[in-house]
């Protein structure tokens, strides 16, 4: 399971460094480079849901086995792409496949250790490999487009996807599915909780241009809009909603993971403030960024690792209360290195304020995001967990980044702009946990 989590969180960063390569090689602009990266998470984050649905449909062992075969295909045709058009399509379909296969791996994991200090432990070693993961995706992307070329950023996964394919065949048990009549799948609900990110990604995006057409913005935000509250009607009377009505009578779930998006969001921003810093203010390779950021993929691990021993002593809020300061003292830290202009050295403090934001803070949600889940909804909880997560960095990065760096703004310092945009959604998360239902530390 943490195999799989770690090349899908390598894959979510990996693309970053090596954006220009492939923008030179197809000839694309930097508008259109955007949709390799966000289009493969707002479409990974909008399925998600409808994955946690049908790992509790159809079994987790069968989806487990689905979306990794779904996600190596698709990893294959985006190394091989001829045209950006089928790079992009090849991104699309990665999401999907992780839509199907996260969910499968986190319900394994959830059913597999009981609440309590092993699921803490089972949990914290799955966030360690996935912050892991995401941060050597930066350091593997400027080696690999160094030394390969920008194609084997997405063929390097296919080790690994054979890896759990065999490893999920050979460990886990067939599941039955917990119906034997078929349920019908909220396929509405699907299509405009994906749709709705989208468009408003697609309308921040041309709102920042320097040569923008203010009215195509403004439809594609209206677009957004409509398309999120006419999700909300349709899962209100739809026979079996991606999210079940009994999800938002557990206080503790829904404030979990409206604290995950926000928190999400600031930490994705941060990734890419830093590779903009290096790359674009100090002018430092690509090679050489990644090399720089590898002391916060360090501090990732180790902080993933610490996290559940005080979250099993002090209990998930302390944790939660721990991660957002530190990624509001991370994001100041940002602001301030940026505006002296200092060198890379001094970031440092800035990444392991990241590392403990991340390590802590989303560990510290994700336990509070599945607490008092069962056999049936297990599937469902950890979809919209995974979809709170995913979604959440992909509007941070584009509301956050996209407003900070719009050539429309003329900003003076969008470094600065930025990280204040992501501290007030810290501020927002911050009061969402205070009035978040607390639990007592486990003994």
Same mark, same amino acid.
């Given at each position: 399971?943490?195999?799989?989590?770690?090349?899908?969180?390598?894959?979510?960063?990996?693309?970053?460094?090596?954006?220009?390569?492939?923008?030179?090689?197809?000839?694309?602009?930097?508008?259109?480079?955007?949709?390799?990266?966000?289009?493969?998470?707002?479409?990974?984050?909008?399925?998600?849901?409808?994955?946690?649905?049908?790992?509790?449909?159809?079994?987790?062992?069968?989806?487990?086995?689905?979306?990794?075969?779904?996600?190596?295909?698709?990893?294959?045709?985006?190394?091989?792409?001829?045209?950006?058009?089928?790079?992009?399509?090849?991104?699309?379909?990665?999401?999907?496949?992780?839509? !199907?296969?996260?969910? $499968? +791996?986190?319900?394994? *994991?959830? %059913?597999? @250790?009981?609440?309590? &200090?092993? #699921?803490?432990? =089972?949990?914290?070693?799955?966030?360690?490999?996935?912050?892991?993961?995401?941060?050597?995706?930066?350091?593997?992307?400027?080696?690999?487009?160094?030394?390969?070329?920008?194609?084997?950023?997405?063929?390097?996964?296919?080790?690994?996807?054979?890896?759990?394919?065999?490893?999920?065949?050979?460990?886990?048990?067939?599941?039955?599915?917990?119906?034997?009549?078929?349920?019908?799948?909220?396929?509405?609900?699907?299509?405009?909780?994906?749709?709705?990110?989208?468009?408003?990604?697609?309308?921040?995006?041309?709102?920042?241009?320097?040569?923008?057409?203010?009215?195509?913005?403004?439809?594609?935000?209206?677009?957004?809009?409509?398309?999120?509250?006419?999700?909300?009607? !349709?899962?209100?009377? $739809? +026979?079996?909603?991606? *999210?079940? %009505?009994? @999800?938002?009578?557990? &206080?503790? #779930?829904?404030? =979990?993971?409206?604290?995950?998006?926000?928190?999400?969001?600031?930490?994705?921003?941060?990734?890419?403030?830093?590779?903009?810093?290096?790359?674009?203010?100090?002018?430092?390779?690509?090679?050489?960024?990644?090399?720089?950021?590898?002391?916060?993929?360090?501090?990732?691990?180790?902080?993933?690792?610490?996290?559940?021993?005080?979250?099993?002593?002090?209990?998930?809020?302390?944790?939660?209360?721990?991660?957002?300061?530190?990624?509001?003292?991370?994001?100041?830290?940002?602001?301030?290195?940026?505006?002296?202009?200092?060198?890379?050295?001094?970031?440092?403090?800035?990444?392991?304020?990241?590392?403990?934001?991340?390590?802590?803070?989303?560990?510290?949600?994700?336990?509070?995001?599945?607490?008092?889940?069962?056999?049936?909804?297990?599937?469902?909880?950890?979809?919209?967990?995974?979809?709170?997560?995913?979604?959440?960095?992909?509007?941070?990065?584009?509301?956050?980044?996209?407003?900070?760096?719009?050539?429309?703004?003329?900003?003076?310092?969008?470094?600065?702009?930025?990280?204040?945009?992501?501290?007030?959604?810290?501020?927002?998360?911050?009061?969402?946990?205070?009035?978040?239902?607390?639990?007592?530390?486990?003994?």
């Amino acid at each position: 399971m943490s195999c799989l989590q770690f090349f899908i969180a390598v894959d979510v960063t990996v693309v970053n460094i090596a954006l220009p390569s492939i923008g030179e090689a197809f000839h694309v602009s930097g508008g259109a480079l955007t949709w390799v990266m966000v289009g493969y998470t707002i479409t990974a984050g909008g399925l998600l849901m409808l994955g946690g649905r049908l790992v509790d449909m159809f079994g987790r062992r069968r989806m487990l086995l689905t979306g990794t075969v779904v996600f190596g295909g698709a990893s294959l045709v985006a190394g091989l792409a001829p045209t950006f058009e089928l790079l992009v399509a090849a991104r699309l379909v990665q999401g999907v496949g992780e839509a !199907v296969a996260l969910p $499968a +791996a986190m319900a394994t *994991i959830i %059913l597999l @250790f009981p609440e309590g &200090p092993a #699921r803490s432990k =089972a949990l914290g070693i799955w966030a360690a490999v996935a912050s892991g993961g995401l941060v050597v995706g930066f350091a593997l992307s400027g080696i690999i487009t160094a030394f390969l070329g920008w194609r084997w950023i997405f063929l390097i996964c296919l080790p690994f996807v054979l890896v759990v394919i065999i490893a999920t065949l050979a460990l886990l048990e067939s599941d039955r599915p917990h119906s034997d009549r078929p349920v019908p799948l909220d396929v509405p609900g699907t299509i405009l909780l994906t749709a709705c990110p989208l468009l408003f990604a697609s309308g921040v995006v041309t709102a920042g241009e320097s040569n923008t057409s203010w009215p195509i913005a403004a439809i594609a935000i209206s677009g957004s809009i409509l398309t999120g509250v006419t999700f909300v009607r !349709v899962e209100r009377r $739809a +026979a079996n909603p991606l *999210i079940p %009505l009994g @999800f938002f009578s557990h &206080p503790g #779930r829904v404030h =979990a993971n409206l604290g995950t998006i926000l928190l999400s969001a600031a930490l994705s921003s941060s990734f890419l403030l830093f590779t903009f810093y290096l790359q674009d203010n100090l002018g430092v390779g690509p090679l050489e960024s990644g090399l720089v950021m590898l002391p916060l993929a360090i501090a990732l691990v180790a902080a993933a690792l610490v996290a559940p021993r005080f979250m099993t002593r002090w209990g998930a809020y302390t944790c939660v209360a721990i991660g957002l300061a530190s990624t509001a003292g991370a994001m100041v830290a940002i602001a301030v290195v940026t505006t002296v202009g200092a060198g890379p050295g001094w970031l440092l403090p800035a990444m392991i304020l990241v590392a403990a934001g991340m390590g802590f803070g989303i560990i510290g949600l994700q336990y509070q995001a599945v607490s008092g889940t069962t056999e049936q909804d297990a599937g469902t909880a950890s979809g919209v967990q995974r979809a709170a997560d995913q979604l959440g960095g992909a509007a941070g990065t584009t509301l956050y980044i996209g407003i900070g760096f719009a050539p429309a703004l003329h900003a003076d310092n969008p470094f600065l702009v930025s990280c204040l945009l992501a501290i007030l959604g810290l501020a927002a998360a911050a009061f969402i946990a205070i009035k978040a239902p607390k639990e007592s530390p486990r003994k």
